[in-house]
């Protein structure tokens, strides 16, 4: 069974940093791309930042230049390093394999970025 499993969310200032964590089990890790996906209230789901299998990285212009994604092979492990956090930050984040289908999400981390 695939499991993902996200960590590292909480209330910081604007101007501040995070790490958030997505441990996975039941994959392949190191052959998969992995992908950090955003959800504030009211908003639709967007995606923010992914990573090939190779560690060619790609980011939302949003988040460009503040976040760096980043994977550990052999934790089967994905990060998001945000800095200079924004408001605009404060949603539900969550991590995922390449290969999931589109319905299938973990629980996420809540991300609350205070002005």
């Known amino acids: 069974q695939v499991q993902v499993v996200e960590s590292g969310g909480g209330l910081v200032q604007a101007g501040g940093s995070l790490r958030l964590s997505c441990t996975t089990s039941?994959?392949?890790?190191?052959?998969?791309?992995m992908y950090w996906y955003r959800q504030a209230p009211g908003k639709q789901r967007e995606l923010v930042a992914g990573i090939t299998s190779d560690g060619t990285r790609n980011y939302a212009d949003a988040v460009k230049g503040r976040f760096t994604i980043s994977r550990d092979n052999a934790k089967s492990t994905v990060y998001l390093e945000m800095d200079s956090l924004k408001p605009e930050d404060t949603a539900v984040y969550y991590c995922?394999?390449?290969?999931?289908?589109?319905?299938?999400w973990g629980q996420g981390t809540q991300v609350t970025v205070s002005s």
């Open positions: 995922k394999p390449g290969t999931w289908s589109p319905g299938d």
């Open positions: 039941g994959i392949v890790f190191g052959i998969e791309h």
